[in-house]
């Protein structure tokens, strides 16, 4: 994994709540075995119509929402199946952080894992981003800082999730480090 | 003996008697994981991560394959014959992931193959107490045994293949009281939904949820795991039921069950997996069980749902209802009872059991399937397919007009060729009614297999209490 220090970008919003990752990448495109070129799929439901044309009146189709790397979607964002195609699919289509009131817990775990940033933040922050879509954003991963419009929003992170972000320590790497504890542990209860 | 332990919920015991490193301010805890459950969809690429890092499976003995979410459910299209393309290519990637690491698994000739949260408690190896986890939302399934079970991202699958091991936060806990008893009629899929339009498909997130109360003291254990499957759409990390007889009954002589002395020595240990009297929840609700009517989803998530004699709610301007209403092209303020469906299915981890096949073919019994409707019934196992032909079920299914399938996870995501089309109606025994889920465009209620059997004899969604 790449480190992340920071994301700059306009935003795009999603008012949808509830959006499930059924709908961010649909079970038909799950019989890759790689996790590489599923943003061609994201959202496959919304951005294509029935003959597979890109429907000009969605909003991630539309020239606005060109390298939009922040997402701002509705409540309870990630929700439904587990499968990490969903932040494969959303990273791959170019967005880097995900701005909701409240965020699914696989989802939120899968996305951290693969430096997708979710981020979540108060109804008066959401309602002001829903508002003003294409605003200029920044995430700042080292301060813990959503920052737009003079206006600067602490977001929570936790340490570890910090610290991996930050250097791109994946948590392979650390969990491989306490085998030793996982042998002691199983020995014991042999 | 006594301790001066603070009294504990479920979900503490067994979060501590799997804690390899304890959680600090800064970093999550080690968990130790006894169970990891696979399929053909989650795990490819956290193989690949093992083959490029060098490592192995550490406990290939605590892991379980099983083939079933890409897996064709025509007895014709299984085996060798799968039909060329991605899923085939997933299937034998499985098949040879598990052959190169050594890791056991159900392949499409065995016996006990079927849908991973219905085999798991099958063949015993869902136990009380253990850790489980799988690449699967639905992993809450097993939380009916009193496990603590809970569905996973597929790096974390590596994760667990690489250390038997995940990096965890402790969740807070919801207890759901469920009291009183369950009105004739009225089964353990219309209260899961009941209780997920009550706390809403958000209610649960960040929860371990312990349903507790008369009305699941009572439930059978394949009434329990329809509960517990469901917590997921709650949002819940997991569901948990604490073991009891009925659990243990259930258990006992199955494949992988302990065995002799040590079954006994196993079950005094299960008993102490209760709730300590005055543990603390986070958050409590109380659902009345007598009050649950059969419940059927109008919308596009499971929370969007109504008593099946009611009429489907309005919400003025919000735009996301709004937009539900108009995919599932339906009206605010009008009933559900007597619209027209085209498909019912009856299958996947939340309503494949026995129990379910059997409560669908009491309906069918003598009836047909209205002409307009197309009826598939998917097993959520072989076994289970096997049990319900000693029993002359799929007789009883056939002779109506329904399709008897192979089993796996058919028309609950569609990923196998079993869809439902755009614009259609299905009635559906499965757990999610999102926008596509089904196939593209197609339009799901949720309901439970009664509810389910009567919408396909009569064509139209009704009152399974109507039919005597
Ligand atoms: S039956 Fe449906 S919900 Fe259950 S594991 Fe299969 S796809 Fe998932």
């Excluded at chain 1, 509705?74 to 952080?97: K, T, V």
């Excluded at chain 2, 039921?241 to 240990?269: C, M, N």
């Excluded at chain 2, 026995?354 to 076994?383: F, N, T």
């Amino acid at each position: 994994m790449q480190p992340i220090k920071k994301i700059e970008s306009r935003t795009v919003v999603l008012v949808n709540k509830d959006i499930d990752t059924d709908q961010i990448i649909p079970a038909r495109f799950l019989t890759t075995t790689q996790r590489e070129g599923l943003g061609a799929h994201a959202f496959a439901e919304w951005r294509f119509d029935k003959n597979g044309e890109l429907r000009s009146d969605f909003v991630l189709n539309t020239a606005a929402a060109a390298d939009c790397k922040v997402l701002v979607a509705g409540d309870n964002f990630g929700c439904g199946s587990s499968r990490e195609h969903a932040p494969w699919a959303l990273l791959d289509f170019g967005i880097e952080a995900v701005i909701s009131t409240s965020m699914a817990d696989i989802f939120r775990s899968n996305a951290l894992k693969n430096g997708l940033l979710p981020i979540v933040v108060d109804e008066n922050t959401h309602q002001f981003l829903i508002s003003h879509p294409g605003i200029d954003v920044t995430v700042d991963v080292a301060a813990r800082e959503l920052r737009f419009d003079a206006q600067v929003i602490e977001f929570e992170l936790d340490d570890f999730s910090q610290y991996c972000l930050l250097n791109g320590v994946d948590e392979l790497g650390y969990l491989l480090e306490q085998q030793a504890s996982i042998e002691a542990w199983e020995n014991e209860r042999s | 003996m006594t301790t001066s332990r603070q009294p504990r919920t479920l979900y503490e015991k067994i979060w501590d008697e799997h804690i390899v490193v304890p959680q600090t301010e800064h970093n999550p805890a080690v968990l130790y994981i006894d169970l990891h459950l696979i399929h053909e969809v989650t795990s490819p690429q956290a193989f690949s991560v093992l083959r490029s890092r060098g490592l192995r499976v550490r406990r290939p003995d605590k892991t379980l394959a099983t083939l079933d979410h890409s897996t064709p459910t025509k007895a014709d299209l299984l085996y060798s014959n799968m039909p060329p393309g991605p899923a085939r290519e997933q299937v034998k990637t499985l098949i040879a992931n598990c052959e190169e690491f050594g890791v056991p698994i159900y392949d499409l000739t065995s016996q006990h193959r079927g849908i991973v949260h219905v085999i798991g408690p099958e063949v015993g190896a869902t136990q009380p107490g253990k850790t489980i986890v799988c690449g699967d939302s639905h992993t809450s399934t097993h939380g009916a045994f009193g496990a603590l079970a809970f569905g996973i991202g597929t790096t974390e699958v590596g994760h667990v293949f690489a250390t038997q091991s995940l990096l965890q936060r402790k969740s807070r806990t919801l207890a759901i009281n469920v009291e009183g008893a369950l009105r004739p009629g009225v089964t353990a899929k219309d209260l899961v939904l009941a209780i997920i339009g009550n706390i809403g498909v958000g209610g649960g997130t960040g929860h371990v949820i312990e349903f507790r109360g008369a009305a699941i003291e009572q439930m059978s254990m394949d009434s329990r795991m329809t509960v517990c499957n469901m917590s997921i759409e709650a949002g819940a990390r997991a569901g948990l039921i604490a073991p009891d007889d009925t659990t243990f009954d259930y258990l006992h002589g199955r494949p992988q069950a302990p065995e002799g002395s040590e079954w006994e020595k196993a079950v005094q240990r299960w008993r102490d997996l209760v709730t300590d009297t005055d543990a603390h929840f986070d958050k409590s609700v109380t659902i009345d069980a007598n009050a649950v009517a059969p419940m059927i989803t109008y919308g596009t998530n499971p929370g969007m749902v109504i008593p099946i004699d009611g009429v489907v709610p309005e919400n003025g301007g919000d735009k996301a209802f709004n937009q539900a209403l108009a995919y599932m092209a339906l009206e605010a303020n009008r009933p559900l009872l007597g619209k027209p469906v085209n498909v019912v299915f009856v299958g996947s981890c939340t309503n494949s059991r026995i129990s379910d096949l059997r409560e669908v073919a009491d309906v069918l019994k003598g009836r047909k399937v209205a002409d307009a409707v197309r009826m598939l019934v998917v097993p959520g196992s072989q076994a289970t397919k096997k049990q319900a032909e000693a029993e002359g079920l799929d007789k009883i299914f056939i002779s109506a007009g329904a399709e008897w399938r192979e089993s796996g996870c058919s028309m609950c995501l569609g990923m196998n060729g079993d869809n439902v089309g755009a614009g259609e109606y299905s009635v559906s025994t499965s757990n999610r009614n999102f926008e596509g889920r089904q196939g593209v465009g197609a339009r799901t209620f949720l309901a439970s297999p009664a509810t389910a059997a009567a919408a396909a004899v009569t064509g139209v969604i009704t009152d399974p209490r109507t039919l005597a």
